[in-house]
Each structure stands twice: as C-alpha cells, then as structure tokens.
C-alpha cells in the first residue's frame, strides 16, 4: 500500500500565502490558499486506489507541533506504522503538479530509492517521498528557503542515501509566479478548477 499526504496550512486570515501579501490584500490570499486547497483535496482524492491511500494533514490539528521537517517525518512514521510501503507528502502551493509526476516518483520508491523528490524551481520542492522512515533528511534543513533541495541533497548524499528526483515544477510564492500557474491551468483547467476560476476573478 501507497499513502499520498496532503500537508497544507489551515485557512487562516493572515496566516496563509504571507508572501503573497506584500501585493494581494490578506482576504485575496486566502481566497487563493482556500482554493488551491480545494483542488489539491480533490487531487489527492483522485489518485486513491486498492492500492493507495490519501491522507489529509491541515494545520496543527493534522500536524502536530514542530518545524516542518518535524512534522512531516511524524507523519511518514505514522503511514508506515499503518502498513504502507512508500509514502509521500505534497503541499498546497503547486495545484498544477501533473499526475505523472506523482507517479514517477512512486516508481522511483518502489524501483529501490530511499526518498524521491520534485523539485521546485525556486530552491525548495513541491513532493518528497519515502521508502521507509528517514528523521535524518528533514534534520536541520532552512525550511522556506532557496537552500532547501541544495541541503536535502547534501544530507542524503552524506548519508548515502539514494535521492531520486522527477524534473522541477514551479510551486506557487509570490505575486510573479501566478501569471504562470494561470497558463498551466487554463491548458488543462480540469486539474484545479477552483484556482483556475479564482485566477480569472482577479484578471489572470
């Protein structure tokens, strides 16, 4: 059994996209978070197979307490506790992730990897997949920064870890990166129809 875990922040009045605030007024973040939100539920929901379970992490509630890094290895001890084989985390902020990439990347834990990413095109990455539990690879990692995949990639390599990576997909941050993710959108808008149609309220 495969477990894909959505990690997503609660809907929260000036606790969301806060990068986004510095052009977009507070309630339009939310709006956009709430709406990425609904699509990546739907996302997840769709890859569900007999082979497959998806699971939702919002907010603390779903999280625990801890950085970044500590909640997510938290959640991947707990889906192989529960029997899993691979298990996988994704986020919010990239509604436009393709199927495949998902896929890949299973294939890569299932081909023998240790952990499989998709890299985001700012420094960070939008997927990060296990084979089995590894507390080391989330251990001290500048989380929110350009650093992020450069420094998952030295642990894993200091470790002798096998990182296995998919190509990079942009994520979702600043102002700048939503004229794009309207383009991806609108060329297949079945895959986040409630971002694509917030996009277009606000003229993208």
């Known amino acids: 059994m495969e477990c894909l875990i959505l990690f997503a922040k609660t809907p929260t009045l000036h606790q969301v996209k806060t990068r986004l605030a ?3 007024t507070p309630p339009v973040t939310l709006g956009l978070h709430e709406a990425m939100l609904e699509d990546q539920i739907r996302f997840v929901r769709s890859l569900e197979s007999e082979a497959r379970q998806g699971e939702l992490c919002i907010g603390e509630t779903g999280q625990g307490e801890g950085d970044l890094g500590t909640r997510m290895h938290r959640a ?4 192989f506790a529960d029997g899993c084989a691979a298990a996988a985390i994704i986020g919010s902020d990239a509604p436009s992730l393709p199927r495949a990439f998902v896929e890949e ?21 939008v997927l990060v997949g296990v084979s089995r539990p590894v507390e080391l690879l989330f251990a001290g990692v500048p989380w929110g920064t350009p650093s992020v995949l450069a420094t998952t990639r030295r642990i894993a390599r200091e470790a002798g870890l096998q990182l296995a990576e998919t190509a990079p997909w942009p994520d979702v941050d600043v102002a700048a990166d939503l004229p794009r993710l309207a383009a991806d959108l609108n060329a297949d808008p079945s895959r986040a129809p409630a971002t694509l149609a ?6 993208l």
């Open 22 to 24: 510095s052009e977009l």
């Open 76 to 79: 991947f001890v707990r889906a």
């Open 105 to 125: 990347a299973f294939a890569q834990l299932a081909g023998g990897a240790d952990a499989a990413i998709v890299p985001a095109e700012d420094g960070g990455y």
């Open 198 to 203: 917030f996009l277009r309220k606000l003229g």
